[in-house]
């Protein structure tokens, strides 16, 4: 059932999504007044459509206390999947080859329970199985996540869903070239002006962005049969239906009003009681296109910081970039809101030296002028911002960079990891159990921590260059690739540098390499 009108001749892409670690959960969960699970020890994570892994196995490393079980109907994904584990001895993660109407009888209740790039794509007795897993696994106080295509911002997007997706059915061959020959007609039609693209600059804009992504993906994405987008009512009726109540969604900025809509519309979020219907409001101002929702079974509300600090205190926060200075301007979209005053230059300070929890946070002497209450939202805007980060526990200040040290990676995960995806083309998401998530760097990054682990600072671009050279790879600046060896060496030489002064004491920080012994 669950793999009728999917594409299955094409596998998927490997990806690490950060909004559905637990700790992103938790966070959500906390700051709507939503006690979340525990994530210290005997936690189970559950990942419904786990494609090729990378999701399960890395929160797996990140998170070894936590049980992590991933479901794929696409036995060419588990098997894959199934590999990695064994090849890390990844003993507390495993991944089942399965139909959602097919689920073993004792898969038993999760804390945790994930699904994404699989809601819009099923058909609406699949979506049924969705939510009675959701009824049966979710257990009571337990969060579950789900992303799909979102109403309104698809609306004028659709027609290139569908024409992309009645044009391949024309051509030959897999997936792969069936995409490649609608992309190209997309493309004849667009510059041949037809009226729907004139109509429509922002679709016509779209099909720039739709030439830069991966095939596959785009394969997976558009010519499933049961593509579906949803307003967010629909959804929420839904899992309601279910038994589960609308907690908060991701990214975190979008649980604030006052951050997705321009200042002209706030007063009607400020008569707005009702979040489903707030919710509604905020897609219509922002014309939302996906959505990142979290739903909870039988959940516990809390009153107060106090109730916040005895449900989640083992969060920590932290500044997410070594040497912020304020003011910071962060672009959400929508809104570009700067953040700059006393309240926030203190919490920059203290947060520069190290995680600290909330309450360690509030009872500081620096704040005691501000109220417990209005702290902690300043706390998590700062993550709405991108100011702040999250953590799962304690994070050391950054180390100074020590460029003439000899480093290890401890983790067999990581190490597999930037074996597989190092100069891969994409982001490289290594475990950190600090972070209880994955650290996203640079697929060039990558390449460089490796070159310093084998070999040390020392000729370090020398070899980067050449490895370079030896798969082809040009780099690129301003989107475009750089051919000239003089100019292509002096990125490298910067890749390099910003690498030991930034990236390597970062990594340091949340665990992922560590000075190597002394022999």
């Not at 596998?11 to 966070?27: C, D, E, K, N």
């Not at 106080?141 to 109403?151: F, H, K, Q, T």
């Not at 005691?368 to 304690?394: I, N, W």
Request: aromatic share 8%; charged share 20%; proline share 6%.
């Amino acid at each position: 059932m669950t793999a009728q009108g999917y594409i299955t001749d094409v596998s998927y892409i490997p990806g690490f999504y950060p909004q559905m670690a637990p700790v992103a959960l938790r966070h959500v969960a906390a700051l709507n007044g939503v006690a979340p699970p525990a994530a210290t020890v005997g936690f189970r994570f559950l990942e419904l459509g786990c494609g090729l892994g990378r999701v399960v196995t890395t929160l797996a490393a990140a998170n070894p206390r936590g049980e992590f079980i991933g479901v794929d109907v696409n036995p060419e994904h588990t098997a894959a999947a199934a590999r990695e584990i064994a090849a890390v001895d990844l003993g507390n993660a495993r991944v089942l080859t399965a139909d959602l109407a097919d689920l073993p009888a004792d898969l038993g209740e999760f804390e945790f329970v994930t699904l994404h790039g699989v809601f819009s794509w099923v058909g609406p007795e699949v979506r049924e199985r969705i939510l009675d897993v959701a009824r049966r696994h979710l257990a009571p106080g337990g969060l579950l996540l789900v992303s799909y295509n979102a109403m309104p911002g698809w609306a004028h997007l659709q027609p290139i869903r569908g024409i992309l997706r009645q044009y391949a059915a024309l051509r030959q061959g897999d997936s792969v070239q069936r995409v490649r020959d609608a992309l190209a007609y997309l493309v004849f039609l667009r510059d041949r002006q037809a009226k729907y693209f004139v109509d429509n600059p922002r679709a016509s804009a779209y099909i720039d962005a739709l030439l830069t992504q991966d095939v596959r993906y785009l394969a997976h994405e558009y010519l499933n049969q049961h593509w579906t987008s949803f307003y967010f009512a629909e959804v929420a009726e839904m899992f309601g239906n279910a038994g589960l109540t609308f907690v908060g969604s991701q990214p975190v900025h979008t649980n604030f009003w006052d951050l997705c809509v321009r200042p002209e519309f706030q007063e009607l979020f400020r008569t707005t009681r009702d979040r489903l219907v707030t919710e509604a409001h905020k897609d219509f101002c922002a014309n939302t296109a996906f959505r990142w929702d979290i739903y909870a079974k039988s959940p516990r509300r809390f009153d107060g910081v106090e109730g916040r600090l005895a449900a989640a205190d083992d969060l920590e926060f932290r500044v997410a970039k070594p040497g912020t200075r304020l003011p910071v301007q962060a672009n959400l979209g929508v809104v570009t809101s700067t953040v700059d005053g006393p309240l926030y230059g203190t919490l920059v300070e203290m947060l520069s030296g190290g995680s600290l929890p909330l309450s360690r946070i509030l009872a500081d002497g620096r704040l005691a002028a501000t109220p417990p209450a209005d702290l902690a939202r300043a706390v998590d805007a700062g993550v709405a911002l991108g100011l702040f980060e999250v953590s799962a526990g304690h994070v050391p200040a950054a180390p100074g960079s020590k460029a003439g040290k000899a480093w290890s990676i401890p983790g067999r995960f990581n190490r597999s990891i930037l074996e597989a995806d190092a100069l891969g083309g994409r982001a490289v998401a290594v475990a950190s159990e600090r972070l209880g998530t994955g650290q996203m760097i640079g697929d060039l990054d990558a390449a460089i921590l490796q070159e310093v682990v084998s070999g040390g600072p020392e000729g370090l671009a020398e070899r980067l260059a050449s490895r370079l050279a030896a798969g082809r790879r040009t780099l690129q600046r301003d989107g475009k690739p750089v051919d000239d060896p003089v100019e292509q060496r002096t990125l490298v030489d910067t890749a390099c540098e910003n690498f030991l002064s930034l990236t390597l004491p970062r990594l340091q920080q949340v665990g992922v390499v560590e000075p190597a012994a002394a022999t």
